[in-house]
């Protein structure tokens, strides 16, 4: 009883790469992309002033978004500062009426709200570090000068 025969006939994938022919090419060649139509410089340049002049309503977005930082951040330093008057508070006027009404009226908040009040948040209490640092400072001296007060709290 012989032996089969299991040998394979190698084959050259360079060779049979060539016998088959050129590749069809599916999509644009590097010839395409070098010989695309671009902008000249003044086209540039006007494209680039576009961007930096923004859209107007971004722009009154933006404005919006700061005139109620800026009524917020006195709101709370008033707070801060104890200089709030009870009769102001009885007295509200007609547009604290309706920006009450609208903030009733909206459900969720921005995330340039939630930011902004972050921010104020982490201002108020960076400023209130650096009175109490002022203080711990203050008290150092006095200590060293022979002076004692008691500690306020």
Not at 8 to 31: D, F, H, L, W
Not at 99 to 115: A, G, I, M, P, Q
Not at 123 to 140: A, G, N, T
Request: glycine fraction near 4%.
């Amino acid at each position: 009883m012989g032996k089969r025969d299991n040998r394979v006939a190698y084959i050259n994938p360079i060779a049979a790469a060539r016998a088959r022919g050129p590749v069809q090419n599916s999509g644009p060649t590097i010839q395409d992309y070098l010989s695309r139509p671009r902008p000249t410089w003044e086209e540039l340049k006007e494209q680039l002033e576009k961007k930096k002049k923004g859209s107007r309503a971004l722009a009154d977005f933006e404005d919006k978004m700061n005139e109620r930082w800026k009524k917020e951040l006195a709101k709370n330093r008033e707070k801060l500062l104890g200089d709030k008057d009870k009769e102001r508070d009885k007295k509200t006027t007609d547009k604290e009426k309706e920006e009450k009404k609208d903030k009733k009226e909206v459900r969720y908040r921005s995330f340039t709200e939630h930011l902004n009040d972050l921010t104020l948040k982490t201002h108020l209490y960076s400023r209130w570090l650096f009175i109490c640092v002022l203080e711990k400072e203050e008290r150092k001296e006095e200590i060293q000068q022979g002076e004692e007060r008691p500690p306020v709290f």
